[in-house]
């Protein structure tokens, strides 16, 4: 029997089902040979981002706003914790550790991404001054 008489007698549907498995087995042997090209990275990766497109915004959106509000928290606590110690409000140990950290926190964050904090950097410095003051007087609770 001819290859012309085989393909003669193959349907639509096993000629199109016998070129895809050709089709899949060619895009296998690229993917593991040496060639810098991953057929089947590239396939999934798009076929990922055209999914999850409309979940990727969303989620950017959402990681921004979790962001603006870790950093609003912190600035917040810090001019709250200034305005209390000038107001004469003892702290306890517990507070003045927290506090601590969140200013050394906050300070890495403005550092590492340029953001400039004036009136949070004068506090900063006035609660640690006030640390240090106090800390050596014994006044911390």
């Known amino acids: 029997m001819s290859v012309i008489g085989i393909f003669s007698e ?3 549907g096993e000629m199109a089902g016998w070129g895809l498995a050709a089709f899949v087995l060619f895009l296998s042997l690229v993917q ?6 991953n ?4 396939l999934f990766s798009w076929l990922g981002k055209k999914l999850n497109g409309e979940t990727d915004i969303q989620l950017r959106k959402l990681q921004d706003q979790i962001r603006d509000m870790w950093i609003n928290s912190h600035r917040h606590s810090i001019l709250r914790f200034g305005r ?3 107001a004469g409000v003892d702290h306890s140990h517990d507070e003045w550790s ?12 403005c550092q590492e991404f340029s953001v400039a904090n004036g009136v949070v950097r004068a506090d900063t410095d006035y ?4 640390y240090q003051e106090l800390s050596h007087e014994h006044k911390i609770l």
């Open 10 to 12: 193959i349907t639509k």
């Open 32 to 37: 593991i040979s040496p060639l810098k090209w």
């Open 39 to 42: 057929p089947w990275d590239s």
């Open 84 to 86: 209390e110690l000038r």
């Open 98 to 109: 927290n506090i601590l950290a969140v200013c050394a926190e906050y300070e890495a964050y």
């Open 127 to 130: 609660i640690r001054s006030m």
